[in-house]
């Protein structure tokens, strides 16, 4: 029920003038009281649309759905920040994934140094697990938790097309053992941060290695162009926002040595772009 506040005592006043200068009773009303009719007209509807009457059932119920979906999630799953970048924003940081459709596209991941995944692999862990250690805020090292994920499906794919299956679900399993303790309150910080301190030879021998591995094929097979920019951009950028929102040299440092590396294989890259891989025959 609404009060009979002064925007329905306007309607009911402009309403009786209206009736009274139809009978010729009485003059044209003012200016302000004609524009007052839609105005209020408008406040009326847009609080049957938004009030008790459920106007708006579908975003009513889509609201309660998200809001049931994050009480799921945060804090057990996953930090709010974490929640808004996925769910909100759709900001999955999707890396490396032109790396895995091209693997499975080819049926084969020639040209991909196995050591090169697995220390970058290294790296990605070493750097979320002493940011969730250190509570550093997720946007600071959100994006390493995507490329671990993508990380270890392109490690799983190599060893796939390599014949070796059952080694790439054991590496899966053995993986997943060693980041829950990692995670866990028995891991001492002392070792979590030797781990991210020893991202930086990881990221060197492993950018090396590929870096060989495409030098004694001549080309750079079936690695994908679009990841190596986009890793190169990306930690670029991971320079300056670590500095701002960690102020941890060992963070900076880390994504200094990532940039510099992932530079040569993008140099690489150019360098061999019309070289082709020569294709084997079967047997």
Not at 23 to 50: H, K, L, Y
Not at 95 to 104: A, D, G, M, S
Not at 220 to 241: N, P, Y
Request: glycine share 8%.
């Amino acid at each position: 029920m609404w009060s009979l506040d002064e925007t329905h005592l306007t309607l009911l006043k402009v309403g009786w003038r209206k009736k009274r200068r139809n009978t010729g009773r009485c003059p044209a009303e003012s200016r302000e009281e004609r524009e007052s009719v839609p105005r209020a007209r408008m406040r009326i509807v847009s609080q049957w649309t938004f009030g008790e009457t459920g106007g708006s059932k579908l975003c009513n119920m889509a609201a309660e759905a998200d809001g049931a979906l994050k009480r799921l999630l945060v804090p057990l799953l996953l930090p709010e920040k974490c929640y808004d970048q996925i769910f909100v924003q759709w900001d999955l940081l999707h890396v490396k994934l032109p790396q895995v459709f091209k693997i499975l596209g080819a049926k084969s991941a020639e040209g991909l140094s196995l050591q090169s995944v697995m220390l970058e692999l290294v790296a990605l862990t070493g750097t979320m697990v002493y940011s969730i250690t250190n509570i550093f805020p997720f946007s600071s090292w959100g994006e390493a938790l995507f490329l671990m994920l993508q990380t270890i499906t392109i490690c799983f794919l190599i060893l796939h097309y390599r014949g070796q299956t059952v080694k790439g679900v054991a590496f899966l399993a053995c993986y997943a053992l060693v980041l829950l303790v990692l995670l866990s309150p028995l891991t001492p910080l002392a070792v979590v941060t030797l781990l991210q301190a020893s991202n930086v030879p990881a990221v060197v021998v492993g950018k090396l290695l590929q870096a060989v591995t495409n030098y004694r094929n001549g080309h750079t097979g079936q690695l994908s162009a679009v990841t190596v920019v986009l890793l190169f951009g990306g930690s670029l950028a991971r320079i300056f926002t670590s500095i701002q929102e960690t102020g941890d040299p060992l963070m900076a440092g880390t994504f200094v040595v990532a940039a510099l590396f992932n530079g040569l294989i993008v140099a690489q890259l150019l360098f061999y772009w019309n070289a082709k891989a020569p294709h084997t025959k079967k047997e």
